[in-house]
Structure formats: structure tokens, C-alpha cells
């Protein structure tokens, strides 16, 4: 049974009382437009691009203060399920042609079947593409995330960063997000935040801050924000074209 990845969408989830903020700031900053709400307490929304296939999703949470999560749309379900769970992965919620899962250092990510055809990557939108979801990890479970990732995507490309607290899995050319893997400097729960490629990382950050982002913080090679919703984010300093980091990562 073939378990291969055919699309990926990354996953905002916003506290619901902010769902709205979060939705007219992040079709600002991607230039889409939604779909209709979904959901039994029409908690999901699509970032549909012109031209292109989603890669983006809204979800109002209702406790917490929010995050990312991995969405995977694969051949066949099941099949996924099974190698997730034999690499270590609880099933949180089955369902016939979808399930929610949790991975050994507690991150949430989805599966869902793919009936489409060949999909088509949204472009690059004023030197920005959101490309990255950051999975950030205890020191305590990194190295058995990292595994955990590398062995369930066996189609990617799973790399370590020049710098030892980071490590990649990245897809083939075509699919929209890749995994950015950072071991954390504390022990603490697993949390997971989107990122963007800027060709200039000050320029993004001014008209993030019209859109009403605010800063946070300066990395080396990226500005971590706060959209209008109150989730974080980081600005990274990366080919938005291509995805390629500096030399230091």
C-alpha cells in the first residue's frame, strides 16, 4: 500500500473569538480570498490563492491560545495511519477518509485522502511565499521527533541545518510546505508556528506591521512576529522562489 504525500496545507488555529482578525490578515499578507466556512461549528476556512491550490487553513479553537498543524493529503489513508502509528504516533479521532493524529513529542497533524488532480503551488506574493511549518521540540524528545518525521516521509528529504538545533524534511519540488524541526533551549510542551521565505525580511516586516503584526523579536536570519490574532510567526531571510536558507542555517 502506497502511503505517498500528494498535497500539504499548513494549518492556522486561532483562539475563535480572534478567527476573524486572523482571516483578514492572512488573506491580506497571501492575497487570497476565503471559501465558505466549514465544520459543525464552522470552525474551518480555506485561503483560496487566484490561479493556484490552497495550501493554507484557518481553524477557531476554543481553548488555548492557538498554533499550526500539519494537514497531509495522501493515496491512501489507512496506510498512512498504520506506518504513523508503528513509528510511534497516537490516533486521536478516526474517521473514514480522515484522522487526527499526535506524534511522539505531542505535535497534532492531520491525513486526509486526495481525490484531485495534479495540484498547482501558489506563487510568490510581494517577495514572500508562507513555505514552513516549525515544529519546536524539547531537548529531551528532539532526536526521536526527528526520526519520527524522517521515517514517515520517506519520499523527503530529511537534513540537518548547519546549525545543530535545526533539521529539515523537505518535499519533492511541487508541494508547498516543508518541516523545520528546532530543538528548543528548554524543556517544554511542543508547539508548531508557520513560517515565511522574504527576499527582504525589513520590507516584509514594515508591511506586515500596516496589516497589523507586531514585532517580536530578531533572529539570526529571522524576525519572529504577532499577527492581529495573537498567533506568532516567523519573517525568514530565505529565497522565497526557492526556499533556500543562508549559509548559517
Known sequence: MSRQVLWTHAFMDRPVDRFDRACAFWTAVTDTRLSGLRGERQEFVTLLPEKADACLKVQGVLSGE?????????????????????????????????????????????????????????????????????????????????????????DWESVPG????????????????????????????????????CADIGTARARHEELGAEFVADGAGWTVMRDPAGGLYCLTGRDPETGGAPSRY
Open 162 to 197: 548547519s546549525l545543530p538545533e535545526f533539521h529539515f524534511v523537505r518535499p519533492g519540488p511541487g508541494l508547498p510546505i516543508r518541516i523545520l524541526l528546532q530543538r528548543l533551549g528548554e524543556e517544554r510542551e511542543t508547539t508548531a508556528h508557520l513560517d515565511l521565505a
Open 66 to 154: 492557538g498554533g499550526a498543524h500539519l494537514d497531509f493529503a495522501v493515496e491512501d489513508v489507512p496506510a498512512f495511519v498504520e506506518a504513523a502509528r508503528g513509528l510511534g504516533a497516537e490516533l486521536v479521532t478516526p474517521h473514514e477518509r480522515w484522522a487526527v493524529l499526535r506524534s511522539p513529542a505531542g505535535q497534532l497533524f492531520c491525513v486526509h485522502a486526495w481525490g484531485r488532480g495534479e495540484p498547482v503551488r501558489p506563487p510568490v506574493v510581494h517577495d514572500t511565499r508562507l513555505d514552513q511549518v516549525c515544529l519546536d521540540i524539547a531537548p529531551s524528545r528532539y532526536d526521536a521527533e526527528v526520526a519520527f518525521w524522517s521515517a514517515l516521509l520517506p
